[in-house]
């Protein structure tokens, strides 16, 4: 690695590879016919609030995909807020959530 890529890493909080990886794992939950996954994103030292919403409409599965500003050192603390946070995000939309009928979208 030369020394401009070095200190731009200094600056830039590491090496874009070692930037976001998979975070820690945990069983789903279910919360009004949802099935909750959380999956926090590693970032250097930190873990990013993040999860997908899943829902069984018509046959056919539905997800919604949500990654928050929330960060946290404790993968424990992540995985609780991000279950947290996919129930109120259910709570709030209602019905609504998958009405749409698409099969994959952020929310």
Do not use: W, Y
Not at 11 to 34: L, N, T
Not at 81 to 99: E, H, M, V, W, Y
């Amino acid at each position: 690695m030369s020394i401009l890529s070095n200190l731009f890493s200094m600056f830039s909080g590491g090496p874009k590879s070692e930037k976001a990886s998979a975070g820690p794992a945990a069983e789903p939950q279910v919360h009004q016919d949802c099935v909750i996954f959380a999956a926090p994103i590693r970032e250097g030292s930190q873990l990013r609030l993040a999860g997908r919403i899943e829902k069984q409409v018509n046959g056919e599965t539905l997800e919604r995909v949500f990654i928050r500003a929330d960060v946290f050192t404790s993968e424990q603390d992540a995985l609780e807020c991000t279950f947290r946070k996919a129930r109120q995000i259910i709570d709030q939309n209602g019905p609504s959530l998958f009405a749409d009928g698409v099969k994959s979208r952020n929310v």
